[in-house]
């Protein structure tokens, strides 16, 4: 009876073991930056590929310059993170090696950001108000695209000698202009949108009367993939190749995540919430 008993539990033990083999079709690792839209988007985008097709995914952060050249050199096998126009020259040098798939939303928008009390509206007008900033801009990590825009920013108008670009990160960005609105103090940031800072506080972009940011309504974020997933994983290809959501459902995610919640619960949410939205991804 001892041996058959033992000889029983090693069996369960086996078939425990089997289980996550026989689940997975496979691993799937994807990209990404952790500002606060692209811990949304990746985290959606995981949810289905383990919660409704059965793969295992890893999401690994990454600053963007190795993003771009990790999915070009096949170590990873996509992002949905690819900022444009603002990583224009990160697509532009890896555009050969891997395959862009289009956008996976429109109507995205980046800038320098202000609170809306500041009396000033444009750019231009940095330049004799910089004491009320304290001459400083303050940014997120310096390999971002939107801090080579606010570079470029300063360059174009004049404010070398009167504006600073402070490197830090989304959330050190994010923190200080908490505590200047708290404190009704002049503050400008770099900025985008989708962010849940728009709907934290009231905000408004300086007007950019030089283009320096671009076009608002030809700001997109792009689904890049390794070349060979076609072939390799047909299934994975097919939901990124139709993957598309609007701001206003991103910043849904990221709400959730702001007031609390796990990224990866607040996409496990929103699919349940949005089961015929994943339906067309996965068509």
């Not at 506080?201 to 689904?223: A, M, N, R």
Request: charged share 25%.
């Amino acid at each position: 009876m001892k041996k058959l008993i033992v000889s029983l539990v090693a069996i369960a033990l086996c078939a425990a073991m089997a289980i996550p083999a026989l689940a997975s079709k496979g691993k799937v690792e994807l990209a990404y930056v952790e500002w606060s839209s692209e811990v949304a988007s990746t985290n959606v985008v995981k949810a289905v590929l383990e919660d409704r097709l059965g793969y295992e995914c890893e999401i690994i952060p990454v600053s963007v310059g190795p993003m771009y050249a990790a999915v070009a050199a096949g170590d990873v096998d996509g992002m949905v993170s690819s900022w444009q126009p603002i990583q224009s020259a990160n697509l532009e040098r890896t555009k050969n090696e891997l395959v862009n798939l289009g956008p996976n939303m429109v109507g995205v928008q980046s800038g320098l950001v202000v609170p809306e009390y500041v009396t000033i509206d444009s750019i231009a007008e940095l330049k004799d108000a910089a004491d009320k900033f304290d001459g400083e801009i303050i940014g997120i990590d310096p390999g971002a695209g939107v801090m080579q825009q606010a570079e470029n920013a300063i360059e174009q108008y004049g404010l070398e000698d009167k504006m600073e670009l402070i490197d830090s990160t989304g959330a050190m960005m994010t923190a200080a202009l908490k505590d200047s609105i708290r404190r009704n103090e002049w503050v400008v940031v770099t900025g985008w949108t989708p962010h849940w800072k728009w709907g934290t506080w009231k905000l408004k972009y300086l007007k950019d009367p030089k283009g320096v940011f671009g076009d608002p309504e030809d700001g997109s974020i792009l689904t890049l993939v390794r070349k060979g997933l076609d072939k390799d994983m047909p299934e994975v290809y097919n939901f990124l190749n139709n993957f598309k959501w609007s701001p206003d459902e991103m910043a849904e995610v990221m709400v959730s995540i702001r007031e609390g919640m796990e990224p990866a619960d607040a996409a496990k949410e929103y699919i349940k919430k949005h089961k015929d939205q994943v339906d067309g991804w996965l068509k």
